[in-house]
Nanobody
Framework: QVQLVESGGGLVQAGGSLRLSCTAS????????MGWYRQAPGKQRELVAA???????NYAESVKGRFTISRDNAKNTVYLQMDSLKPEDTGVYYC???????????????????WGQGTQVTVSS
């Protein structure tokens, strides 16, 4: 069973920083894209940042210049460095990974997807 475990969430004052980590474990051949999503109370889940296996990134306009996504392929880990946090950043942050479970899946281009359980980020004013 493939598992995604997040850590690093917590309570921080506006202007502060947090660093989220997400590590994938289990039988995985290759992770393609990893990303961070967030969901604020009463709102839909939205993409915050994503990074491909080759290092290409994309960010939500609201976090550009403040958040940085990175990954360590050897550790199957993705990070989200969040600086200059605002109260609007408050929400549950979810890690997502698209991956191939086996070589045969990679050859046949049959990816799978997994979500983490989420970690709470609260930014006080």
């Amino acid at each position: 069973q493939v598992q995604l475990v997040e850590s690093g969430g917590g309570l921080v004052q506006a202007g502060g920083s947090l660093r989220l980590s997400c590590t994938a474990s289990g039988s995985i051949f290759r992770i393609n894209t990893m990303g961070w999503y967030r969901q604020a109370p009463g709102k839909q889940r939205e993409l915050v940042a994503a990074i491909s296996s080759g290092g290409s990134t994309n960010y939500a306009e609201s976090v550009k210049g403040r958040f940085t996504i990175s990954r360590d392929n050897a550790k199957n880990t993705v990070y989200l460095q969040m600086d200059s946090l605002k109260p609007e950043d408050t929400g549950v942050y979810y890690c997502n990974a698209e991956f191939f479970q086996s070589l045969s899946d990679a050859i046949t281009r049959r990816p799978n997807e997994k979500w983490g359980q989420g970690t709470q980020v609260t930014v006080s004013s």
